[in-house]
């Protein structure tokens, strides 16, 4: 377990690396952190994650009420105790505005699919919650059934939330969701995104939960037919939004395949291609 002295370095450097590839801006995003006594370190509001200093660093304790520090903890404070609470096993938290990741979820298209063995091994789904208004309770109990199943997952229009037992995990996680993102948005750009095979997806996740582990929920379910994946992983019926037990579809959130059918265009290049191969096939 980290000393003070140390979260307190970890938290300045994490949120200045934020800031470096560009998770976030101004004076977007919020990070926290569980000291050894219990409380949390937070980061104040309004402050620039980019030039972070310790003073920007505010105690808490488990109801949010201020112990030390100057200045005000962050507003979106409620959402981190509430990952706290649901997650016993989670030592910090790192919320941030990854910019692909965000207009994925405005564009109405679904991170929860298995494409990258990587993102399977580590994460498995990365759901998107509702929207939300940012700093609101609804905001927090939003969250709170995603959370207690993931290790990340977007807020529609709003950002990312990611957990680990540290600060590096919850940052590592952040940057594997935006860079699946990207990843993602060239597929897309570039004709269709091919989902794993079921079998390799749930192979994979079994694979990820037993070596690296993960929420406790979602270890538990590692020796389970189809590991934590929800049914359309396994089936492979398109991408959807998983969502925990009880858990009514979003309202507006449109949640696109991202299996996408060719275009007019991309059929009128096939077309052209075989028609230039047949003219240049010997007869």
Do not use: W
């Not at 307190?8 to 976030?24: A, I, M, P, S, T």
């Not at 207009?103 to 298995?114: E, V």
């Amino acid at each position: 377990m980290h000393t003070e002295r140390r979260l307190r370095e970890d938290l300045v450097r994490f949120g200045r690396l934020c800031y470096e590839r560009n998770l976030l801006v101004a004076m977007d995003g919020n990070l926290s952190a569980v000291l050894p006594d219990g409380n949390i370190l937070c980061t104040r509001a309004g402050c620039h994650k980019g030039f972070l200093t310790e003073e920007d660093l505010v105690v808490i304790d488990r109801k949010g009420r201020k112990i030390r520090g100057a200045g005000s903890p962050t507003s979106e404070m409620a959402m981190h105790l509430a990952c706290y609470e649901e997650r016993p096993d989670v030592r910090a938290v790192v919320h941030t505005h990854p910019p692909i990741a965000i207009a994925l979820t405005i564009a109405g298209i679904s991170m929860a699919q298995c494409v990258l063995p990587e993102v399977v091994l580590t994460l498995g789904t990365v759901p998107t919650v509702e929207y939300a208004t940012t700093g609101t309770a609804a905001l927090a109990d939003g969250i709170r059934p995603y959370v207690r199943h993931h290790d990340a997952i977007l807020m529609d229009r709003h950002g990312a939330v990611c957990l680990g037992k540290d600060l590096l995990t919850a940052f590592c996680n952040l940057e594997t969701v935006e860079h699946t993102a990207l990843i993602t948005k060239t597929a897309r750009d570039l004709g269709n995104v091919r989902a794993l095979p079921p079998e390799e997806a749930e192979k994979l996740r079994r694979l990820g939960l037993n070596r690296y582990g993960g929420p406790p929920t979602a270890v538990a379910q590692a020796a389970q037919p189809g590991a934590d994946l929800p049914p359309p992983c396994l089936s492979c019926s398109g991408c959807s939004n998983p969502r925990p037990e009880g858990v009514a579809p979003p309202r507006d959130l449109r949640l696109a395949r991202v299996s996408a059918a060719p275009t007019r265009a991309s059929t009128l290049e096939d077309a052209v291609v075989t028609e230039v191969m047949r003219a240049l096939r010997p007869t």
